[in-house]
Protein backbone atom coordinates (compact mmCIF):
# COMPACT_ATOMS: atom_id res chain seq x y z
CA UNK A 1 0.00 0.00 0.00
CA UNK A 2 2.89 2.27 0.40
CA UNK A 3 4.48 1.76 -2.40
CA UNK A 4 1.27 2.22 -4.15
CA UNK A 5 1.20 5.39 -2.11
CA UNK A 6 4.18 6.36 -3.14
CA UNK A 7 4.58 6.08 -6.88
CA UNK A 8 0.67 7.60 -7.71
CA UNK A 9 2.39 10.50 -6.11
CA UNK A 10 5.14 10.57 -8.69
CA UNK A 11 2.89 9.74 -11.27
CA UNK A 12 1.30 12.93 -10.70
CA UNK A 13 4.09 15.14 -10.43
CA UNK A 14 5.56 13.78 -13.30
CA UNK A 15 2.60 14.21 -15.56
CA UNK A 16 2.98 18.00 -14.36
CA UNK A 17 6.13 18.36 -15.14
CA UNK A 18 5.88 16.61 -18.75
CA UNK A 19 2.69 19.03 -19.13
CA UNK A 20 4.68 22.59 -17.89
CA UNK A 21 7.57 21.02 -20.25
CA UNK A 22 5.27 20.48 -23.65
CA UNK A 23 3.01 23.64 -22.99
CA UNK A 24 5.35 26.33 -21.39
CA UNK A 25 8.42 25.42 -22.93
CA UNK A 26 8.27 23.36 -26.00
CA UNK A 27 5.37 24.92 -27.97
CA UNK A 28 6.82 28.68 -27.09
CA UNK A 29 9.61 27.43 -29.59
CA UNK A 30 7.81 26.23 -31.90
CA UNK A 31 6.41 29.48 -32.36
CA UNK A 32 3.42 28.45 -30.58
CA UNK A 33 3.71 30.72 -27.62
CA UNK A 34 0.43 32.93 -27.74
CA UNK A 35 -1.58 29.17 -27.98
CA UNK A 36 0.44 28.61 -24.55
CA UNK A 37 0.06 31.63 -23.19
CA UNK A 38 -4.05 32.04 -23.81
CA UNK A 39 -4.76 28.30 -22.36
CA UNK A 40 -2.28 28.79 -19.48
CA UNK A 41 -4.63 30.04 -16.57
CA UNK A 42 -7.21 27.25 -17.71
CA UNK A 43 -4.88 24.35 -17.69
CA UNK A 44 -3.15 25.51 -14.33
CA UNK A 45 -6.85 25.27 -13.01
CA UNK A 46 -7.39 22.07 -14.24
CA UNK A 47 -3.72 21.00 -12.67
CA UNK A 48 -5.23 22.70 -9.35
CA UNK A 49 -8.11 20.55 -9.09
CA UNK A 50 -6.64 17.37 -10.38
CA UNK A 51 -4.11 17.38 -7.39
CA UNK A 52 -7.53 18.59 -4.86
CA UNK A 53 -8.84 15.27 -6.06
CA UNK A 54 -5.77 13.40 -5.43
CA UNK A 55 -5.21 14.93 -1.75
CA UNK A 56 -8.67 14.40 -1.08
CA UNK A 57 -8.14 10.51 -1.64
CA UNK A 58 -5.02 10.05 -0.49
CA UNK A 59 -6.09 12.35 2.70
CA UNK A 60 -3.15 12.45 5.34
CA UNK A 61 -0.35 14.43 4.27
CA UNK A 62 -1.08 15.51 0.89
CA UNK A 63 -4.10 17.49 2.00
CA UNK A 64 -1.42 19.62 3.93
CA UNK A 65 0.56 19.77 1.33
CA UNK A 66 -2.58 21.67 -0.66
CA UNK A 67 -2.92 23.68 1.92
CA UNK A 68 1.11 24.79 1.94
CA UNK A 69 1.13 25.41 -1.68
CA UNK A 70 -2.01 27.63 -1.47
CA UNK A 71 -0.05 30.15 0.42
CA UNK A 72 2.94 30.03 -2.04
CA UNK A 73 1.72 33.18 -4.13
CA UNK A 74 5.05 33.93 -3.70
CA UNK A 75 6.08 31.18 -6.39
CA UNK A 76 2.90 30.14 -7.79
CA UNK A 77 0.30 31.62 -10.06
CA UNK A 78 -3.25 32.30 -8.66
CA UNK A 79 -5.14 29.91 -10.26
CA UNK A 80 -3.18 27.26 -8.95
CA UNK A 81 -3.74 29.11 -5.27
CA UNK A 82 -7.17 30.31 -5.59
CA UNK A 83 -8.19 26.28 -6.27
CA UNK A 84 -6.42 25.24 -3.53
CA UNK A 85 -7.31 27.82 -0.87
CA UNK A 86 -10.29 26.04 -0.40
CA UNK A 87 -9.04 22.74 0.68
CA UNK A 88 -10.28 21.99 4.11
CA UNK A 89 -8.26 19.75 6.62
CA UNK A 90 -11.68 17.24 7.55
CA UNK A 91 -12.08 14.12 6.50
CA UNK A 92 -14.24 11.18 7.04
CA UNK A 93 -13.73 9.67 11.25
CA UNK A 94 -11.71 7.05 11.94
CA UNK A 95 -13.30 4.45 13.57
CA UNK A 96 -13.29 4.74 17.27
CA UNK A 97 -11.93 0.79 17.83
CA UNK A 98 -8.80 2.00 16.09
CA UNK A 99 -8.90 5.02 18.48
CA UNK A 100 -8.74 2.96 21.24
CA UNK A 101 -5.94 1.19 20.47
CA UNK A 102 -4.05 4.15 19.63
CA UNK A 103 -4.99 5.48 22.91
CA UNK A 104 -4.24 1.92 25.03
CA UNK A 105 -0.74 1.41 23.01
CA UNK A 106 0.13 5.15 23.96
CA UNK A 107 -1.01 4.83 28.17
CA UNK A 108 0.21 1.22 28.51
CA UNK A 109 -3.39 0.19 29.96
CA UNK A 110 -7.19 0.35 29.11
CA UNK A 111 -9.09 3.01 28.37
CA UNK A 112 -11.22 3.01 31.13
CA UNK A 113 -8.72 2.34 33.72
CA UNK A 114 -7.62 6.16 32.24
CA UNK A 115 -10.51 8.08 31.38
CA UNK A 116 -13.71 8.27 33.34
CA UNK A 117 -15.77 8.60 30.30
CA UNK A 118 -14.68 8.85 26.50
CA UNK A 119 -17.44 9.68 23.69
CA UNK A 120 -17.18 7.40 20.69
CA UNK A 121 -18.07 10.08 18.65
CA UNK A 122 -15.70 12.44 17.52
CA UNK A 123 -15.97 16.31 17.65
CA UNK A 124 -13.97 16.78 14.98
CA UNK A 125 -11.70 14.46 12.34
CA UNK A 126 -8.73 15.93 10.66
CA UNK A 127 -6.65 14.91 8.27
CA UNK A 128 -3.43 13.81 11.25
CA UNK A 129 -5.75 13.57 14.21
CA UNK A 130 -9.46 13.78 15.40
CA UNK A 131 -10.93 15.06 18.65
CA UNK A 132 -13.01 13.39 21.80
CA UNK A 133 -14.56 14.42 24.55
CA UNK A 134 -13.92 13.08 27.77
CA UNK A 135 -14.05 12.97 31.68
CA UNK A 136 -11.35 12.85 34.09
CA UNK A 137 -11.54 11.79 38.01
CA UNK A 138 -10.44 14.97 39.74
CA UNK A 139 -6.72 15.11 41.65
CA UNK A 140 -7.14 13.67 45.08
CA UNK A 141 -6.34 17.21 46.59
CA UNK A 142 -9.11 18.60 44.87
CA UNK A 143 -11.80 20.88 46.82
CA UNK A 144 -14.24 20.02 44.09
CA UNK A 145 -14.99 16.03 43.50
CA UNK A 146 -16.44 16.98 39.82
CA UNK A 147 -15.01 15.25 37.03
CA UNK A 148 -12.97 16.87 34.59
CA UNK A 149 -14.38 18.37 31.53
CA UNK A 150 -11.18 17.63 28.56
CA UNK A 151 -11.00 17.18 25.15
CA UNK A 152 -9.12 14.61 23.71
CA UNK A 153 -6.61 14.67 20.53
CA UNK A 154 -5.58 11.58 19.18
CA UNK A 155 -3.78 10.70 16.14
CA UNK A 156 -4.85 8.57 13.15
CA UNK A 157 -2.98 5.07 12.97
CA UNK A 158 0.00 5.09 10.84
CA UNK A 159 0.07 8.34 10.39
CA UNK A 160 4.52 8.80 10.83
CA UNK A 161 4.56 6.14 8.06
CA UNK A 162 2.56 7.93 5.94
CA UNK A 163 4.10 10.96 6.61
CA UNK A 164 7.51 9.62 5.94
CA UNK A 165 6.47 7.97 2.61
CA UNK A 166 5.25 11.29 1.40
CA UNK A 167 7.89 12.95 2.30
CA UNK A 168 10.17 10.46 0.53
CA UNK A 169 8.62 11.19 -2.54
CA UNK A 170 8.42 15.41 -2.47
CA UNK A 171 11.93 15.07 -2.09
CA UNK A 172 11.89 13.42 -5.45
CA UNK A 173 10.04 15.55 -7.10
CA UNK A 174 11.94 18.56 -5.17
CA UNK A 175 14.92 17.24 -7.37
CA UNK A 176 13.02 16.71 -10.39
CA UNK A 177 11.71 20.31 -10.42
CA UNK A 178 15.21 21.81 -9.32
CA UNK A 179 17.05 20.24 -13.21
CA UNK A 180 14.97 23.57 -14.90
CA UNK A 181 17.27 26.78 -14.39
CA UNK A 182 13.63 29.16 -14.55
CA UNK A 183 12.60 27.31 -11.20
CA UNK A 184 15.72 27.31 -9.55
CA UNK A 185 16.43 30.76 -9.90
CA UNK A 186 12.80 31.62 -9.23
CA UNK A 187 12.27 29.25 -5.80
CA UNK A 188 14.48 27.24 -4.15
CA UNK A 189 12.24 23.94 -4.07
CA UNK A 190 14.60 21.49 -1.64
CA UNK A 191 14.09 24.10 0.48
CA UNK A 192 10.23 24.53 0.59
CA UNK A 193 9.80 20.77 0.72
CA UNK A 194 12.73 20.87 3.50
CA UNK A 195 10.48 23.69 5.45
CA UNK A 196 7.13 21.90 5.13
CA UNK A 197 8.55 18.93 6.66
CA UNK A 198 9.95 20.70 9.51
CA UNK A 199 6.01 22.32 10.08
CA UNK A 200 4.90 18.44 9.76
CA UNK A 201 7.09 17.14 11.91
CA UNK A 202 6.28 19.57 14.35
CA UNK A 203 2.26 19.37 14.21
CA UNK A 204 2.08 15.47 14.50
CA UNK A 205 4.09 16.05 17.45
CA UNK A 206 1.40 16.38 20.39
CA UNK A 207 3.99 17.46 22.88
CA UNK A 208 5.24 20.16 20.94
CA UNK A 209 1.87 21.16 20.65
CA UNK A 210 1.05 20.94 24.61
CA UNK A 211 4.29 23.32 24.84
CA UNK A 212 2.81 26.22 22.66
CA UNK A 213 -0.10 25.96 24.58
CA UNK A 214 1.40 26.61 27.65
CA UNK A 215 3.68 29.56 26.27
CA UNK A 216 0.31 30.94 24.80
CA UNK A 217 -0.79 30.94 28.53
CA UNK A 218 1.76 32.49 29.80
CA UNK A 219 2.09 35.17 27.37
CA UNK A 220 -1.52 36.23 27.86
CA UNK A 221 -1.32 35.53 31.73
CA UNK A 222 -1.72 38.95 32.63
CA UNK A 223 -4.73 39.05 30.13
CA UNK A 224 -8.01 37.41 31.73
CA UNK A 225 -9.82 38.34 29.26
CA UNK A 226 -8.54 35.71 26.92
CA UNK A 227 -8.49 31.96 27.95
CA UNK A 228 -5.84 29.03 26.99
CA UNK A 229 -6.98 25.49 27.83
CA UNK A 230 -4.74 23.89 30.30
CA UNK A 231 -2.51 20.64 29.41
CA UNK A 232 -2.82 18.09 31.46
CA UNK A 233 0.28 16.32 30.76
CA UNK A 234 -0.04 13.34 32.55
CA UNK A 235 -2.49 12.46 30.01
CA UNK A 236 -0.36 13.19 27.06
CA UNK A 237 2.18 11.82 24.73
CA UNK A 238 3.54 12.55 21.29
CA UNK A 239 0.44 11.36 19.88
CA UNK A 240 -2.42 11.86 22.51
CA UNK A 241 -2.81 15.10 23.77
CA UNK A 242 -5.14 16.04 26.72
CA UNK A 243 -6.58 19.36 27.10
CA UNK A 244 -8.95 21.71 29.27
CA UNK A 245 -12.44 21.67 27.37
CA UNK A 246 -13.13 25.28 27.23
CA UNK A 247 -15.11 24.92 23.82
CA UNK A 248 -18.14 27.16 24.21
CA UNK A 249 -19.90 29.71 21.68
CA UNK A 250 -18.21 29.12 18.25
CA UNK A 251 -16.77 32.71 16.57
CA UNK A 252 -19.21 32.68 13.81
CA UNK A 253 -22.20 31.37 15.83
CA UNK A 254 -23.24 35.19 15.92
CA UNK A 255 -26.97 34.23 17.37
CA UNK A 256 -25.38 32.61 20.37
CA UNK A 257 -23.07 35.45 20.73
CA UNK A 258 -25.69 38.19 20.57
CA UNK A 259 -28.27 36.35 23.06
CA UNK A 260 -25.49 35.83 25.14
CA UNK A 261 -25.56 39.71 25.23
CA UNK A 262 -21.96 40.71 23.89
CA UNK A 263 -20.81 43.27 20.99
CA UNK A 264 -20.22 41.15 18.01
CA UNK A 265 -18.06 44.52 17.00
CA UNK A 266 -16.17 44.37 20.19
CA UNK A 267 -15.01 40.47 19.72
CA UNK A 268 -13.84 41.84 16.73
CA UNK A 269 -11.57 44.03 17.95
CA UNK A 270 -10.40 42.03 20.76
CA UNK A 271 -9.78 39.15 18.33
CA UNK A 272 -7.18 42.10 15.97
CA UNK A 273 -5.94 43.00 19.41
CA UNK A 274 -5.00 39.97 20.52
CA UNK A 275 -2.65 39.31 17.25
CA UNK A 276 -1.29 42.74 17.68
CA UNK A 277 0.28 41.87 21.22
CA UNK A 278 1.14 37.92 19.63
CA UNK A 279 3.03 39.72 16.55
CA UNK A 280 5.17 42.80 17.55
CA UNK A 281 5.05 41.88 21.53
CA UNK A 282 5.29 38.29 21.55
CA UNK A 283 7.24 37.28 18.75
CA UNK A 284 4.77 33.81 18.74
CA UNK A 285 1.18 33.63 16.95
CA UNK A 286 -1.41 31.07 16.76
CA UNK A 287 -1.14 30.51 12.51
CA UNK A 288 -4.54 28.71 12.30
CA UNK A 289 -6.99 31.38 13.74
CA UNK A 290 -9.96 29.50 11.56
CA UNK A 291 -13.77 29.45 13.50
CA UNK A 292 -13.07 26.49 14.52
CA UNK A 293 -10.04 27.25 16.51
CA UNK A 294 -11.62 30.06 18.44
CA UNK A 295 -14.23 30.44 20.46
CA UNK A 296 -16.23 32.90 23.00
CA UNK A 297 -16.85 32.61 26.75
CA UNK A 298 -19.53 34.31 28.65
CA UNK A 299 -19.04 34.56 31.81
CA UNK A 300 -21.24 35.05 35.09
CA UNK A 301 -22.15 38.53 35.52
CA UNK A 302 -20.26 40.41 38.49
CA UNK A 303 -23.22 40.43 41.58
CA UNK A 304 -21.81 43.76 42.69
CA UNK A 305 -22.92 45.84 39.50
CA UNK A 306 -26.26 44.10 38.90
CA UNK A 307 -27.78 42.00 36.74
CA UNK A 308 -28.40 44.67 34.06
CA UNK A 309 -24.29 45.02 33.40
CA UNK A 310 -23.17 43.39 30.28
CA UNK A 311 -21.62 40.31 31.06
CA UNK A 312 -17.77 39.69 30.97
CA UNK A 313 -16.69 37.45 28.10
CA UNK A 314 -13.41 35.69 27.29
CA UNK A 315 -11.79 35.10 23.69
CA UNK A 316 -10.62 31.38 23.47
CA UNK A 317 -7.74 29.93 21.22
CA UNK A 318 -8.11 26.26 20.89
CA UNK A 319 -5.41 24.09 18.77
CA UNK A 320 -1.83 25.02 18.83
CA UNK A 321 -0.43 22.80 16.49
CA UNK A 322 0.19 25.60 13.31
CA UNK A 323 2.16 28.42 15.37
CA UNK A 324 4.47 31.34 13.72
CA UNK A 325 7.46 32.98 15.44
CA UNK A 326 8.63 36.37 14.39
CA UNK A 327 12.62 37.44 14.96
CA UNK A 328 13.48 40.22 17.10
CA UNK A 329 14.80 41.45 13.31
CA UNK A 330 11.58 40.81 11.36
CA UNK A 331 9.68 42.09 14.82
CA UNK A 332 11.68 45.57 13.89
CA UNK A 333 10.97 45.57 10.49
CA UNK A 334 7.04 44.72 10.83
CA UNK A 335 6.74 47.59 13.71
CA UNK A 336 8.20 49.80 10.50
CA UNK A 337 5.41 48.20 8.85
CA UNK A 338 2.44 49.23 11.47
CA UNK A 339 4.29 52.86 11.87
CA UNK A 340 4.31 53.33 7.58
CA UNK A 341 1.08 52.63 7.62
CA UNK A 342 -0.18 54.28 10.19
CA UNK A 343 1.77 57.43 9.06
CA UNK A 344 0.72 56.94 5.16
CA UNK A 345 4.78 56.84 4.83
CA UNK A 346 4.62 54.86 1.44
CA UNK A 347 8.74 55.51 1.41
CA UNK A 348 8.99 54.09 4.99
CA UNK A 349 7.00 51.55 4.06
CA UNK A 350 9.43 50.30 1.24
CA UNK A 351 11.81 50.51 3.17
CA UNK A 352 10.19 48.31 5.68
CA UNK A 353 10.09 45.31 3.24
CA UNK A 354 13.61 46.04 2.32
CA UNK A 355 14.71 45.41 6.00
CA UNK A 356 12.12 42.28 5.86
CA UNK A 357 14.70 41.07 2.95
CA UNK A 358 11.63 40.55 0.61
CA UNK A 359 12.77 42.92 -1.82
CA UNK A 360 15.68 41.93 -4.62
CA UNK A 361 17.92 44.68 -5.35
CA UNK A 362 15.91 44.37 -9.06
CA UNK A 363 12.85 45.64 -7.75
CA UNK A 364 11.12 48.56 -8.57
CA UNK A 365 11.00 50.46 -5.73
CA UNK A 366 9.64 53.77 -6.90
CA UNK A 367 7.02 51.89 -8.82
CA UNK A 368 5.97 49.60 -5.64
CA UNK A 369 6.36 53.13 -3.73
CA UNK A 370 4.09 54.92 -5.81
CA UNK A 371 1.16 51.66 -6.16
CA UNK A 372 1.51 51.93 -2.20
CA UNK A 373 0.65 55.99 -1.86
CA UNK A 374 -2.12 55.01 -4.48
CA UNK A 375 -3.49 52.10 -1.81
CA UNK A 376 -2.99 54.37 0.79
CA UNK A 377 -5.24 57.43 -1.23
CA UNK A 378 -7.93 55.26 -2.67
CA UNK A 379 -8.57 52.74 1.14
CA UNK A 380 -7.23 54.98 3.88
CA UNK A 381 -9.79 54.76 6.77
CA UNK A 382 -12.54 53.13 4.95
CA UNK A 383 -14.73 50.29 5.99
CA UNK A 384 -15.33 47.67 2.99
CA UNK A 385 -18.35 48.98 2.83
CA UNK A 386 -17.17 52.51 2.47
CA UNK A 387 -14.89 51.79 -0.69
CA UNK A 388 -16.22 53.59 -3.56
CA UNK A 389 -15.67 50.92 -6.20
CA UNK A 390 -17.96 48.15 -7.54
CA UNK A 391 -17.13 44.24 -6.51
CA UNK A 392 -15.53 43.99 -9.98
CA UNK A 393 -13.37 46.83 -10.00
CA UNK A 394 -12.14 46.02 -6.18
CA UNK A 395 -12.05 41.79 -7.61
CA UNK A 396 -9.48 43.20 -10.14
CA UNK A 397 -7.22 45.43 -8.27
CA UNK A 398 -6.71 42.39 -5.97
CA UNK A 399 -5.90 40.09 -8.95
CA UNK A 400 -3.60 42.66 -10.20
CA UNK A 401 -1.53 43.39 -7.19
CA UNK A 402 -1.37 39.41 -6.38
CA UNK A 403 -0.10 38.83 -10.32
CA UNK A 404 2.19 41.32 -9.53
CA UNK A 405 3.59 39.94 -6.65
CA UNK A 406 3.62 36.54 -8.04
CA UNK A 407 6.10 38.03 -11.43
CA UNK A 408 8.25 39.41 -9.09
CA UNK A 409 11.52 37.99 -8.62
CA UNK A 410 11.48 37.15 -5.01
CA UNK A 411 10.01 33.99 -2.39
CA UNK A 412 8.79 35.14 0.41
CA UNK A 413 9.77 33.36 4.09
CA UNK A 414 7.69 30.81 5.47
CA UNK A 415 6.92 32.60 8.46
CA UNK A 416 5.55 35.74 7.02
CA UNK A 417 3.50 33.66 4.50
CA UNK A 418 1.79 32.38 7.26
CA UNK A 419 1.63 35.28 8.82
CA UNK A 420 -0.59 36.88 5.53
CA UNK A 421 -2.54 33.31 5.82
CA UNK A 422 -3.36 34.38 8.79
CA UNK A 423 -4.58 38.10 8.91
CA UNK A 424 -6.04 36.96 5.69
CA UNK A 425 -8.39 34.75 8.09
CA UNK A 426 -8.70 36.98 10.87
CA UNK A 427 -10.08 39.82 8.38
CA UNK A 428 -12.93 37.53 7.13
CA UNK A 429 -13.77 36.57 10.71
CA UNK A 430 -13.76 40.14 11.69
CA UNK A 431 -15.96 41.42 9.16
CA UNK A 432 -18.55 38.63 9.55
CA UNK A 433 -18.50 39.69 13.22
CA UNK A 434 -19.03 43.22 12.85
CA UNK A 435 -19.94 44.38 8.46
CA UNK A 436 -18.25 48.20 9.32
CA UNK A 437 -15.33 46.50 11.10
CA UNK A 438 -12.59 49.13 10.30
CA UNK A 439 -9.22 47.48 10.62
CA UNK A 440 -7.74 50.64 10.91
CA UNK A 441 -9.56 51.84 13.86
CA UNK A 442 -7.67 48.80 15.37
CA UNK A 443 -4.17 49.12 13.92
CA UNK A 444 -3.93 52.74 13.89
CA UNK A 445 -3.68 53.34 18.37
CA UNK A 446 -1.49 50.60 18.23
CA UNK A 447 1.12 51.74 15.77
CA UNK A 448 0.67 55.29 17.77
CA UNK A 449 1.91 53.56 20.47
CA UNK A 450 5.08 51.61 18.57
CA UNK A 451 5.86 55.66 17.75
CA UNK A 452 5.92 57.03 21.21
CA UNK A 453 7.75 54.42 22.08
CA UNK A 454 9.85 55.16 19.71
CA UNK A 455 10.32 58.69 20.63
CA UNK A 456 10.89 58.02 24.19
CA UNK A 457 13.59 55.39 22.97
CA UNK A 458 15.40 58.36 21.39
CA UNK A 459 14.74 60.75 23.73
CA UNK A 460 16.51 58.78 26.93
CA UNK A 461 19.89 58.68 25.41
CA UNK A 462 19.38 62.38 24.53
CA UNK A 463 18.78 62.65 28.31
CA UNK A 464 21.81 60.81 29.31
CA UNK A 465 23.67 62.47 27.42
CA UNK A 466 22.43 66.09 27.76
CA UNK A 467 23.50 64.95 31.82
CA UNK A 468 27.12 63.49 31.34
CA UNK A 469 27.68 66.99 29.58
CA UNK A 470 26.15 68.89 32.29
CA UNK A 471 28.09 66.88 34.76
CA UNK A 472 31.45 67.84 32.71
CA UNK A 473 30.41 71.22 32.34
CA UNK A 474 30.44 71.63 36.33
CA UNK A 475 33.61 70.01 37.00
CA UNK A 476 35.49 71.74 34.40
CA UNK A 477 36.22 75.32 36.57
CA UNK A 478 37.49 73.20 39.38
CA UNK A 479 39.65 71.07 37.36
CA UNK A 480 41.41 74.45 35.48
CA UNK A 481 41.35 76.00 38.88
CA UNK A 482 43.41 73.13 40.53
CA UNK A 483 46.03 73.05 37.39
CA UNK A 484 46.57 76.53 37.61
CA UNK A 485 47.40 76.41 41.59
CA UNK A 486 49.53 73.76 40.75
CA UNK A 487 51.15 76.09 38.03
CA UNK A 488 51.09 79.12 40.93
CA UNK A 489 52.68 77.19 43.65
CA UNK A 490 55.61 76.11 40.71
CA UNK A 491 54.22 72.54 40.91
CA UNK A 492 53.97 72.57 36.97
CA UNK A 493 56.89 72.11 35.16
CA UNK A 494 56.93 74.31 32.26
CA UNK A 495 59.32 74.45 29.55
CA UNK A 496 57.90 77.03 27.02
CA UNK A 497 57.12 80.54 28.32
CA UNK A 498 54.22 81.05 26.14
CA UNK A 499 52.62 77.92 27.54
CA UNK A 500 50.58 79.96 30.23
CA UNK A 501 48.83 81.97 27.11
CA UNK A 502 48.38 78.73 25.18
CA UNK A 503 46.94 76.68 28.28
CA UNK A 504 44.43 79.63 28.83
CA UNK A 505 43.52 79.51 25.01
CA UNK A 506 42.63 75.54 25.87
CA UNK A 507 40.81 75.99 28.49
CA UNK A 508 38.59 78.89 26.81
CA UNK A 509 38.11 76.13 23.62
CA UNK A 510 37.33 73.28 25.99
CA UNK A 511 34.60 75.63 27.88
CA UNK A 512 33.29 76.93 24.23
CA UNK A 513 32.94 73.80 23.09
CA UNK A 514 31.19 72.32 26.03
CA UNK A 515 28.57 75.11 26.13
CA UNK A 516 28.13 73.91 22.21
CA UNK A 517 27.97 70.70 23.33
CA UNK A 518 25.41 71.52 25.65
CA UNK A 519 23.39 74.01 23.24
CA UNK A 520 23.00 70.73 21.02
CA UNK A 521 21.72 68.48 24.04
CA UNK A 522 19.09 71.11 24.97
CA UNK A 523 17.91 71.68 21.83
CA UNK A 524 17.17 67.87 21.31
CA UNK A 525 15.72 68.01 24.74
CA UNK A 526 12.95 70.62 23.68
CA UNK A 527 12.30 69.20 20.76
CA UNK A 528 11.46 65.36 21.65
CA UNK A 529 9.92 66.92 24.92
CA UNK A 530 7.58 68.98 22.58
CA UNK A 531 6.57 66.12 20.67
CA UNK A 532 5.54 64.02 23.34
CA UNK A 533 3.56 67.55 24.61
CA UNK A 534 5.25 68.21 27.06
CA UNK A 535 5.37 71.98 26.70
CA UNK A 536 6.50 73.52 29.89
CA UNK A 537 9.73 70.90 30.48
CA UNK A 538 10.35 71.95 26.36
CA UNK A 539 10.29 75.81 27.21
CA UNK A 540 12.93 75.43 30.09
CA UNK A 541 15.15 73.35 28.02
CA UNK A 542 14.48 75.73 25.04
CA UNK A 543 15.29 78.42 27.53
CA UNK A 544 18.80 76.72 28.78
CA UNK A 545 19.80 76.05 24.78
CA UNK A 546 18.95 79.81 24.16
CA UNK A 547 21.30 80.71 26.92
CA UNK A 548 24.36 78.11 26.12
CA UNK A 549 24.38 79.35 22.50
CA UNK A 550 24.67 82.96 23.80
CA UNK A 551 27.60 81.73 25.86
CA UNK A 552 28.71 80.04 23.26
CA UNK A 553 29.17 82.92 20.95
CA UNK A 554 29.91 85.66 23.25
CA UNK A 555 33.80 86.23 23.14
CA UNK A 556 35.53 85.18 26.14
Not at 292 to 313: I, S
Request: proline share 6%; glycine share 4%.
Amino acid sequence: MLRARYRRILRFFAGVIVHILTWDILLPRLGLGKLARTTRPQRFRRLAATFRQLAIQLGGVMIKVGQFLSTRIDVLPPEITEELSGLQDEVAPEPFEAIRKMVEAEFGTALEARFLAFEETPLAAASIGQVHRALLNPPPTAPDPTPLAVVVKVQRPNIPILVETDLRALKVVARWVNWFPPVRRRANVPALVEEFSRILHEEIDYLSEARHAEIFAANFAGHPEVRIPKVYWEYTTRRVLTLEDVGDIKITDYTAIEAAGINRAEVAKRLIATYLKQIFEDGFFHADPHPGNLFVHPLPADAEEGETTRPAWQLVFVDFGMTGTVPADLMDALREVLIGVASRDAARLVQAYQRMGVLLPTADLGLIEKATQEVFDRFWGKTLAEISMSPDEVLTLLVEFRQLLYQMPFQLPQNLLLLGRCLSILNGICLGLDPQFNVWESVVPYAERLMRAEQESLLRPVLKTTLQMLRTLVSLPQRADAVLARLAQGRLEVSDPTAHAHLERMERSIRQISTALVFMALLLSATQLALHERYLAAAIAGLGALIALLLTLLPR
